[in-house]
């Protein structure tokens, strides 16, 4: 079974351009997370979908957008890049309001840098 | 706005010695905590899902407790190794939110 895939791995962007990450589910999995962490700090909510809607935003201003498709994949758009935009961003997925073992299941994350 | 704190912020143990850190979260909306191992250049991984006050959750030297009438929950480890090495984080998870504390890094030396 595939895991969490994310694309793409690295990213390189300049100020004030516009990122988009990608994140594809496991099979049957119908939520997404997103999260960000920037440089010695810990993980930090963005966004959760689920089936098609955003359920959940964290501390973050509006030009941290997403969508999730019926496909359960999920976009993260990042408009008006910022340097303080660089970081870690990873993407979770889940059966919705899933309490089994497994817990949530993380993708290897895209690195943004913004120069 | 959800308030998970961990501690200690890090910890440098001897290879055999045993530790634990502490997850604190608040005591409502509870509805699931999550522990993590997240290893350097690695995805985070689930090691234990605690839904009920009380549980109790072990993997080989690895365990866990939980109280969310009180909110926190230990994680223990037993006999550490250096593989042990890696941020130990939580998860907090109410119906509609899902928050990880900053984590503790816990380094084991040979």
């Not at chain 2, 042990?84 to 030396?109: E, H, P, Q, W």
Request: net charge neutral.
């Amino acid at each position: 079974e595939a895991g969490v895939t994310q694309s793409p791995t690295h990213l390189i962007k300049t100020r004030g351009q516009q990122a988009t990450l990608r994140c594809s589910p496991i099979s049957g999995h119908t939520s997404v997370y997103w999260y960000q962490q920037a440089l010695g700090l810990g993980l930090q909510f963005l966004l959760w979908y689920d089936e098609g809607e955003e359920r959940n935003r964290g501390n973050f201003p509006p030009r941290f957008s997403g969508r999730q498709f019926p496909n359960y994949s999920s976009e993260l758009n990042v408009n008006a890049l910022e340097l303080e935009d660089s970081a870690l961003y990873l993407c979770a997925s889940s059966l919705w309001r899933d309490r089994g073992p497994g817990g949530y299941t993380f993708g290897s994350g895209t690195r943004l840098t913004v120069v | 706005i959800l308030n998970v704190e961990q501690s200690p912020q890090s910890l440098h143990v001897q290879e055999g010695d045993s530790t634990n850190f502490t997850c604190s979260f608040p005591s409502s909306n509870f509805y699931a905590l999550h522990w993590y191992r997240w290893e350097t250049a690695k995805s985070p991984e689930a090691l234990f899902v605690m839904t009920l006050n009380g549980d109790e959750k072990k993997k080989g030297r690895i365990s866990a407790t939980l109280n969310t009438k009180e909110g926190y929950s230990y994680l223990y480890i037993k006999g550490s190794q250096p593989e042990d090495s890696a941020t130990y984080l939580c998860a907090f998870i109410t119906n509609n939110d899902m928050r990880f504390g900053a984590g503790t890094r816990l380094t084991v030396k040979p």
